[in-house]
């Protein structure tokens, strides 16, 4: 183990590049320790140097690329975002001088990490991403090594605190989804822009990383199919609660016979399983392994201190001279895996039909249903408005989605519906 | 990184074994291509060969003293079990040769692992224990890795298997405790001797562990108070149901301004704690880290399968050269602790009192709390027996250990009640 400081390049200041400076500099004492080594802030680069943030003797950079060409560093910590832009030219910069990368982006990372690692490979770099999925859960660590002796069947998760805000603010007020983003919007939780969030584009490029570690397989974003939260509304909620679940906006990726299946979708969660109760901003990752069973991380999915811890710990791991393979084994043992059709995938389902009070209705539904051999479980209509809409909302028994879609299109088309039909996956325990 | 394989040597094959034999031969094509290397059984040591488990080429010895002196092996694998006797002289004989040692065996590492850890120093080996606590959580890596920049403020966790089932079989069926006990017995969930596991020892083994890990302190078996659950009634089950709490057998360790404290008993979790939902064999840490914040690690506790995931995720730390001090830090950066005085601890409490039916009982009591500035916060008293027993149960605010002491003392003195006092800690969310 080396003695000489591992000298740190931080792009990037704002919330997390100053949380990732503050902790550098508050937990020095105790970085050194464990590492064996100092940890020193050499360099940092952003537009203008933000006050308050404790930058000791590090030289500051108004331009990261210059800072990536010209500082004295062994590690570039890039905090600057974004799939590709400044943030991938200064990684790419730094892994073509042989420096080592720790970084948060998951975007970038979900777009390029296998070139990158390809990159890194060839000139002895190594690229830490801990802080890129799950904020300071480290799941990145666990699937990498401490469940290196199991083969993953599956990896379930709430990757985006956005959307477990809105979800959890929406059941625990009773409001509807474009109140309680507003607000968030307003307080700062959700940004002004807030499709990257609410459309599930932050929890796929989150699932897709997950993907690649849990079944050795190089990240393939393009397949991992996508559905938000924009459809779920106070009232699927309300019956959510009602019928023992909570709606979660989640990331699945499974290993089936066909390939690999990998989704983003709002699901019913029943209550006995651990992410039902993952509230607030939280994050958390089940994990089913051949030899451990189910695991499951939980812990703070974003912000400057928590993210800041799994920035740090990647950070100790290079000072501390570990090497582990970035996908967790060698590039030449990826493989890629054929995407599951997705119409073959089984589920349970509730779907919520907004149908006008008519005689007859219900049987036209019901014969959809028989003649794509779809079965219902319960059934909840309450209150008549002769005349208006009245919800009728069913969950089924585990059936095939492409039976469930082929059902749905019957009834979508019956014109009693006054809307289209609502459907949420139930996820099983 | 050596491309040589490395080579084991298995030191029992009872249930671990057998299940880390099985995964080494089943995982071995992937293991290789996680660690760079192969993970050879070189050796293996029982009492006699069990069928089924496959072994390979590997010698068989009948002594595993014979296997630690004469094999060839560069890692002993110790999953015989027990504090001391042959465990720790196998160990002690391996790290002489300067041979790594990846152990289960919490009983070993809680009493002699400042020892170990110094011999291994001398000896330039490395001690892997991630199986001793938590099965197939990888809780160790998280304190000493990824969890690197916290100073940590408190781990509770619940870390014994047994415990968990009975307490989670009491309350899914009503059953006593003994009843409980007898059959989980009878299923071999529980020792003929229990006492190991029912009265808390096995948690404080496992607690004293995380306590060095996360507070930087060499392991202080004897600074853990310990509780176990024999006294649980299935009556304060059904009371804690009716109050909003789960009773649970927890770990608990934090820093206080007057050093740690660290102890086992059983609580009242409120459900809105991630622990309260942990149920059956399963095993969980919380822990709060100054950056990270809360973090919850959850999995199976025990059995074959996910503690040979917990050691094998050792063998390939050690094949891919990882070197991490053993306690996350230096053993000279180690500093005793003074023990936080139990007596100031804060806690809200339930308590329930089995008294005469008669009056004027009440306003005893309710004399004794408020002399020691001990204030209710709520009262359950149902049912009428004139003459004989009923129960009258409080919980209480937050208040300190010896004022509720004090106070219970007067209360066991009066002549009302029937039975001792019935204390349990109810935790803070």
Do not use: W
């Not at 501390?320 to 599951?340: C, D, E, I, N, Y």
């Not at 219900?362 to 959809?368: E, G, L, Y």
């Amino acid at each position: 183990m080396s003695s000489e400081p591992l000298k740190i390049a931080l792009a990037g200041l704002g919330t997390v590049g100053g949380g990732t400076a503050s902790l550098l500099s508050l937990q020095a004492d105790l970085l050194e320790a464990r590492a064996g080594r100092k940890l020193r802030l050499t360099a940092v680069s952003a537009l203008e140097a933000p006050p308050g943030i404790p930058l000791g003797e590090a030289s500051f950079y108004a331009d990261a690329r210059k800072m990536v060409a010209e500082a004295d560093y062994d590690v570039l910590v890039e905090l600057i975002g974004g799939a590709s832009g400044i943030a991938l030219e200064i990684v790419k910069g730094a892994l073509a001088k042989g420096k080592h990368v720790v970084t948060a982006n998951k975007a970038m990372i979900a777009h390029h990490g296998v070139e990158l690692a390809k990159l890194a490979d060839t000139l002895g770099a190594q690229i830490g991403f801990e802080a890129s999925v799950g904020g300071g859960i480290p799941i990145i660590k666990s699937l990498r090594e401490g469940l290196a002796g199991n083969r993953v069947v599956s990896v379930k998760g709430i990757l985006n605190g956005t959307c477990n805000y809105i979800l959890t603010t929406m059941r625990a007020e009773g409001r509807d989804f474009a109140d309680v983003l507003a607000e968030a919007q307003r307080l700062g939780y959700a940004e002004a822009d807030p499709s990257f969030d609410i459309d599930g584009v932050d929890t796929a490029h989150k699932l897709a990383i997950l993907a690649s570690l849990a079944f050795a397989m190089p990240i393939d974003l393009e397949g991992v199919s996508c559905e938000g939260i924009r459809h779920v509304s106070a009232l699927d909620i309300q019956y959510a609660d009602e019928l023992g679940y909570r709606i979660k906006l989640l990331g699945v990726a499974r290993q089936t016979d066909k390939g690999v299946e990998a989704r983003v979708y709002p699901a019913m969660v029943p209550l006995s399983f651990p992410l039902a109760h993952v509230d607030g901003v939280f994050n958390a990752v089940v994990t089913e392994g051949d030899f451990v069973g189910r695991t499951v991380l939980e812990g703070r999915g974003a912000g400057a201190r928590p993210t800041a811890s799994a920035v740090v710990a990647d950070l100790v791991d290079l000072a501390r001279g570990h090497v582990t393979p970035m996908f967790g084994l060698p590039l030449s043992h990826l493989k890629p895996q054929p995407q599951a059709p997705l119409g073959e995938h089984c589920s349970a389902y509730y779907i919520r039909l907004m149908v006008r009070d008519e005689p007859g209705v219900f049987a036209d539904i019901a014969a959809a249903l028989r003649d794509e051999q779809v079965s219902m479980e319960q059934i909840i209509q309450r209150g008549r408005d002769p005349g208006g809409s009245v919800p009728v909302v069913m969950t089924v028994h585990e059936t095939k989605e492409s039976s469930m879609q082929k059902a749905l299109a019957r009834i979508a088309a019956l014109p009693a519906l006054s809307e289209p039909p609502h459907l949420i996956r139930i996820e099983a325990a």
